[in-house]
């Protein structure tokens, strides 16, 4: 299976820091597809974002922002002044390429944000 | 708003039962998913479904079997229940490889 690497296993801010996680992925496929999500300490997986590997443009929503660079395989996701609230699991995640439906999961970065 | 429902929220059995674990999701989505999440090994996928009755085998399929009798419902069966089955399984769905998953509130499984 092709892989999705988080390199950072745990990381840990002072609250109002920027932090950025990283995300390494294996493809062979000119179409797929790239997410994020955050789980909680409640535990429930919250979908964060999506990219289509044709759309390089990077994203800002509110302190959120993703950087996705097709020449090195990576889609870094960035918190600008982190909060306490913060503090979760971040998964980043891939579908390979049009028509097949596998959804394949890193292992995830425990992100700590200390007030 | 989507819903994924899993039938139970924490799970004790014994080592050899055989265990279901179900899954109903309420949006009519074709794809369905099981994983197992334990720590320091993320979220990895046990088997998915793209369509009724249509099942592939994930990454860590062994020990494990799935259903998918009707779209809305996807179930993981433990034929034989161990010990290392122990851990935290969650179900997903959505409606084509390019849209997001939503995923179930876990069940937590517990082999004794």
């Known amino acids: 299976a092709q892989k999705v690497t988080q390199a950072q296993t745990e990381i840990s801010v002072v609250e109002k820091e920027d932090v950025t996680l990283d995300c390494v992925y294996e493809?062979?496929?000119?179409?797929?597809?790239l997410f994020w999500y955050k789980q909680p300490p409640s535990g429930e997986l919250v979908f964060l974002i999506r990219r289509n590997s044709f759309d390089e443009q990077n994203e800002i929503s509110g302190r959120y922002s993703w950087n996705f660079q097709k020449s090195t395989s990576s889609f870094n996701f960035t918190i600008t002044a982190s909060q306490v609230v913060d503090s979760a699991v971040y998964f980043c995640?891939?579908?390979?390429?049009?028509?097949?439906?596998?959804?394949?999961f890193g292992k995830g970065t425990k992100l700590s944000v200390i007030p | 708003d989507v819903k994924v429902t899993q039938s139970s929220r924490y799970l004790v059995k014994r080592t050899g039962e055989k265990v279901f674990l179900e899954c109903v999701q309420d949006m009519d989505h074709e794809n369905m998913f099981w994983y197992r999440q334990d720590p320091g090994l993320g979220l990895r996928l046990i088997y998915f479904s793209y369509d009724v009755k249509m099942k592939e085998k994930g990454d860590i399929p062994e020990g494990y079997s799935v259903s998918r009798e009707k779209k809305e419902r996807f179930s993981l069966i433990l034929e034989s229940a161990s010990t290392n089955q122990t851990s935290m399984y969650l179900c997903?769905?959505?409606?084509?490889?390019?849209?997001?998953?939503?995923f179930g509130q876990g069940t937590r499984l517990t082999v004794v």
């Open positions: 995640a891939r579908t390979p390429g049009a028509g097949s439906y596998q959804l394949t």
């Open positions: 997903a769905s959505r409606f084509t490889e390019n849209t997001e998953a939503f």
């Open positions: 493809t062979r496929d000119t179409t797929y597809y």
